[in-house]
């Protein structure tokens, strides 16, 4: 009886401190993800890096339906510099894309803008090399926006809308705060903030820490 109390009051405290620091920050919490350089293929590019009616295959569940394949390629920049092991995500979709950090773009030596997924007119050049063959990309590798992924639960508890922007603040030695994060909204997304490793490691920001969105975007 002693052990169920003190774990009783344990987590009462645990809670109440949850709650205090909530309404301190008056801000929503969200976990974040830092999202490392990645490729997103059309079936056809797929089959003429991999061969005729390659399939990928699977390595690990991502949110929304998507995950992260086993096959990884080589992308190089217009200077031929290249970057070896850049991991494909599935499924296949209508338009390839190669997602990229700012580093990445100077070692590559490409001028990739700053794009929300699927937005590639006008992007950077880019070539992808396979085990069984290469194509060159006249757009599509971008560096990848900041955004947040919420269902509609959390975004109606977040007071959020999708297409929103929103500042948020990240309280760790850095105090970093996050100006024009994106909010999508989708009942197949799990909840969590992506930031490319470039602003993962000027803030100190490690895969599970948390941020809390503080105001709307500026």
Same mark, same amino acid.
């Given at each position: 009886?002693?052990?169920?109390?003190?774990?009783?009051?344990?987590?009462?405290?645990?809670?109440?401190?949850?709650?205090?620091?909530?309404?301190?920050?008056?801000?929503?919490?969200?976990?974040?993800?830092?999202?490392?350089?990645?490729?997103?293929?059309?079936?056809?590019?797929?089959?003429?890096?991999?061969?005729?009616?390659?399939?990928?295959?699977?390595?690990?569940?991502?949110?929304?339906?998507?995950?992260?394949?086993?096959?990884?390629?080589?992308?190089?920049?217009?200077?031929?510099?290249?970057?070896? =092991?850049? $991991?494909?995500?599935?499924?296949?979709?209508? &338009?390839?894309? %190669?997602?990229? @950090?700012? /580093?990445?773009?100077?070692?590559?030596?490409?001028?990739?803008?700053?794009?929300?997924?699927?937005?590639?007119?006008?992007?950077?050049?880019?070539?992808?090399?396979?085990?069984?063959?290469?194509?060159?990309?006249?757009?599509?590798?971008?560096?990848?926006?900041?955004?947040?992924?919420?269902?509609?639960?959390?975004?109606?508890?977040?007071?959020?809308?999708?297409?929103?922007?929103?500042?948020?603040?990240?309280? =760790?030695? $850095?105090?970093?705060?996050?100006?024009?994060? &994106?909010?999508? %909204?989708?009942? @197949?997304? /799990?909840?969590?903030?992506?930031?490319?490793?470039?602003?993962?490691?000027?803030?100190?920001?490690?895969?599970?820490?948390?941020?809390?969105?503080?105001?709307?975007?500026?």
């Amino acid at each position: 009886m002693a052990q169920e109390y003190e774990i009783e009051v344990i987590t009462r405290m645990v809670l109440d401190a949850l709650a205090k620091n909530a309404s301190e920050d008056g801000g929503f919490v969200v976990p974040i993800g830092v999202s490392a350089r990645h490729i997103h293929l059309t079936q056809e590019h797929i089959e003429a890096l991999f061969g005729p009616g390659y399939r990928l295959t699977k390595f690990k569940d991502l949110m929304g339906g998507q995950y992260a394949a086993n096959e990884k390629v080589t992308i190089v920049g217009l200077k031929l510099r290249a970057i070896e =092991n850049v $991991r494909i995500l599935g499924p296949a979709r209508k &338009k390839s894309q %190669v997602e990229i @950090s700012a /580093t990445d773009a100077v070692k590559l030596g490409v001028k990739a803008p700053i794009r929300e997924s699927g937005d590639l007119a006008g992007s950077a050049p880019i070539a992808i090399v396979g085990p069984a063959g290469a194509l060159y990309l006249k757009e599509g590798c971008i560096i990848a926006a900041r955004h947040i992924h919420m269902s509609p639960a959390d975004a109606e508890k977040a007071g959020v809308r999708d297409g929103d922007y929103v500042s948020v603040k990240v309280d =760790n030695d $850095r105090g970093t705060v996050f100006q024009k994060v &994106k909010i999508r %909204v989708d009942e @197949s997304f /799990t909840l969590e903030m992506h930031i490319d490793t470039d602003e993962a490691n000027a803030s100190h920001i490690r895969q599970g820490d948390t941020a809390v969105i503080v105001k709307e975007g500026l």
